[in-house]
Structures are given as C-alpha cells and as structure tokens.
C-alpha cells in the first residue's frame, strides 16, 4: 500500500520561509511524479508544484519565485521550499504522486495523498 507523509509545516511569519518534506513509502509506486496542492479552509484544493520524476518542475503562478520544489528520488522524498511567505499561504498542504506524468501538470493529481501538513503564515 502506497503511503505519503508529508512533514515541516507549521507557524511562519509573512516574509519568513518553511520546508515541507514528503517521503513515498510502500506499494508497488515506482518512479512517481510528485506533486504539492493545497487547501485553505472553506476554499477549494489548488495546485501548488509538481516535480516528474527527472526532475522537471512546475509551477502555479502563486508559487513562482518564491517556492521550490525538489526531490531526491534515492530517498523517494520531495521537497518544497517556501519562501517569503504571506498569510494568503496559510492552508493544508497536501503531498501527491502518480506513476502518471499528468500529475506535473497540476491539473489532474493522482490517486495517492498525504494526510496534510498545515502551513500557518501569520501578518
């Protein structure tokens, strides 16, 4: 059974960074795409970043140059680096991953999640 965890949110204040971590464990996943969406409450889930498994990023527009995402596939970990936050950032973020290459587009996630990390970025 394919399990994600997510790691590394919490309280940040607006300007300030974080670092979330997502490792794949388990199942059958081989070479997933990885993917990161959130959700702020009372609003829908968004993209946010997705890396392929080589290593090809993208980016919701919110996201550009100010987040990171990166992976170490030798861990089967993926990593998103936040930087000068604001508190529009505040949300569940949330880990994703497929097999399928769809999922870097953002716009059709896979069928794996993480159970969320909160992201709180204070003014």
């Known amino acids: 059974q394919v399990q994600l965890a997510e790691s590394g949110g919490g309280l940040a204040q607006a300007g300030g960074s974080l670092r979330l971590s997502c490792i794949v464990s388990?199942?059958?996943?081989?070479?997933?795409?990885m993917g990161w969406f959130r959700q702020a409450l009372g609003q829908e889930r968004e993209f946010v970043a997705a890396?392929?498994?080589?290593?090809?990023?993208n980016y919701a527009d919110s996201a550009k140059g100010r987040f990171t995402i990166t992976r170490d596939n030798a861990k089967n970990t993926a990593y998103l680096q936040m930087n000068s936050l604001k508190p529009e950032d505040t949300a569940v973020y949330y880990c994703?991953?497929?097999?399928?290459?769809?999922?870097?587009?953002?716009?059709?996630?896979?069928?794996?999640w993480g159970q969320g990390t909160q992201v709180t970025v204070s003014s």
């Open positions: 388990g199942g059958t996943l081989r070479s997933p795409h």
């Open positions: 994703n991953a497929d097999s399928r290459k769809t999922v870097v587009a953002g716009s059709d996630p896979g069928p794996y």
């Open positions: 890396i392929s498994w080589s290593g090809v990023p």
